[in-house]
């Protein structure tokens, strides 16, 4: 790959930098070169990146972060699952960990800080207490996960779910990727073992808690005008499948008043779907993005129509009554056209709320910063979510320019990824007093 199109990724960052903000130890030249040099590993002529889950580019991103971990004075270590464990030690070395990651792997093509922000920022918090010359009382610990986004497999958080237990074993040695290449081959190809691979499970009463900075992936803190937020919650994915069965016939031969048009009866349902969120919460959301028609042929009416609703909230009654409300919907239009209707749930994820004590320490992180707290719920999921289910956890957003994500275009300013780690440092260091 050309690597000639990332090579000012770390000078673009300090052109419009606030050196104002490089106090308590921190460095914003240091993280935007660190995110320069990952830029490299897995560089597309487009300028993205390509850094799939269990790849070359990804293991190779994960030892040079190793490395920067090495020199910033942690012990580091490999689990089973390939996660990457740096550890510094805490002065008291009986009392859970405090910690904090995110991911390098990315989407085919994807952008530059959605995962390896988190995992500087991170880093960043050691980098700035060895500067400053303080110790944690709990041991602290920077995380990267394996394979989150999922790429390969089309699943994801998968480093995570392994560390928490809660990981599948049937379905993931079911996994194949679009090369042919199933679960085991791959992984083992990565350096991992499917002998052990299923036993990175920790012992999660010696956490304390999992903090993760990450970039919103929305425009609503771009909206306003804040360089950071706090994740109220983050939305767990019900995915209903929907199928309308007609009758096929033939498009010229059928009058208009005796058909059975699948297509045009899903159309309705389509464009009722999206004002039903709001009448079950603020929140809630609802996305048709993946349909099959049947027969498919220019000249046939439409005999079976599936559609794929994936339908989110951080409420799990509120994600009930919407997938209620769903069905309700489309058994009313298909009865109407007189076609039949049957339903199936393929996915369902329980969302995570952020718990309201560590919502007020990130409250106070943001006001000791000079601003403005503003929550907002995340739509996507992440590693939080996952160690959420077990520990306490909590997110902090950093502002996306346009809300692009999963796009070689994807950006954060340097200020505010500078910002999202001063957050970060003083939220860790909240839960290390308390």
């Given amino acids: 790959m050309d690597t000639t199109a990332a090579s000012r990724l770390d000078e673009l960052l300090l052109s419009d930098y606030d050196h104002t903000l490089d106090h308590g130890g921190i460095s914003g030249k240091r993280i935007a070169q660190r995110l320069y040099e990952l830029s490299k590993i897995g560089l597309t002529d487009e300028n993205g990146s390509y850094r ?3 790849s070359a580019e990804e293991k190779l991103a994960k030892q040079l972060v190793a490395n920067w971990m090495t020199e910033a004075g942690l012990s580091v270590k490999q689990d089973e699952a390939g996660n990457i464990i740096g550890r510094l030690a ?22 530059h ?6 995992v500087l920022a991170a880093l960043e918090v050691v980098e700035a207490w060895r500067e400053t ?16 986004e999922g790429a390969r497999f089309n699943g994801g958080l998968t480093g995570s779910r392994a560390m928490t237990g809660d990981i599948d074993v049937e379905n993931q040695l079911s996994l194949v990727d679009s090369e042919g290449a199933n679960f085991q081959t791959v992984i083992e190809n990565n350096g991992l073992s499917l002998d052990t691979f299923f036993q990175a499970k920790r012992d999660l009463s010696r956490i304390k808690a999992y903090v993760e900075v990450h970039i919103e992936q929305g425009k609503r803190l771009e909206k306003e005008n804040l360089p950071v937020g706090i994740v109220s919650g983050i939305a767990g994915p019900s995915w209903l499948k929907i199928t309308l069965s007609g009758e096929a016939g033939h498009a010229g031969n059928t009058p208009m008043d005796d058909r059975k048009d699948a297509l045009v009866a899903a159309g309705e349902l389509l ?3 999206p004002a039903l969120p709001k009448m079950v919460s603020s929140t809630a959301v609802a996305t048709v993005g993946k349909l099959h028609v049947h027969p498919n042929g220019v000249n046939v009416i439409p005999g079976r129509v599936e559609l794929f609703v994936d339908i989110r909230d951080i409420y799990e009654d509120k994600v009930d009554a919407l997938v209620a409300l769903t069905i309700e919907k489309a058994a009313a239009i298909s009865e109407s056209y007189g076609i039949k209707t049957t339903f199936e749930q393929t996915l ?12 007020e320490l990130l409250e106070q992180s943001l ?5 403005k707290p503003y929550f907002l719920p995340s739509g996507a999921g992440h590693d939080a979510m996952v160690l959420g289910r077990h520990v306490p956890s909590a997110m902090i957003f950093a502002r996306s ?14 200020s505010d990824c500078v910002q999202s780690v001063h957050v970060l440092k003083n939220m860790i260091e909240s839960l290390d007093e308390n």
């Avoid at 320019?401 to 340097?414: A, M, Q, Y």
Wanted: hydrophobic share 35%; net charge negative.
């Fill in 52 to 54: 799939i889950g269990f």
């Fill in 90 to 111: 805490g002065n008291d070395e009986e009392l859970p960990a405090i910690l904090s990651g995110s991911h390098v792997d990315s989407v085919p093509n994807g952008g």
């Fill in 113 to 118: 800080f959605d995962g390896p922000l988190g």
């Fill in 133 to 148: 010359g303080f110790k944690p009382t709990h041991p602290y610990e920077v995380i990267i996960f394996s394979d989150e």
């Fill in 271 to 273: 464009a009722a779907i």
């Fill in 348 to 359: 369902k994820v329980s969302p995570m709320l952020v718990q309201d004590d560590i919502k």
């Fill in 367 to 371: 006001q000791k910063m000079a601003i």
């Fill in 401 to 414: 320019r346009k809300g692009i994500s999963h796009n070689p275009e994807e950006w954060t300013t340097l």
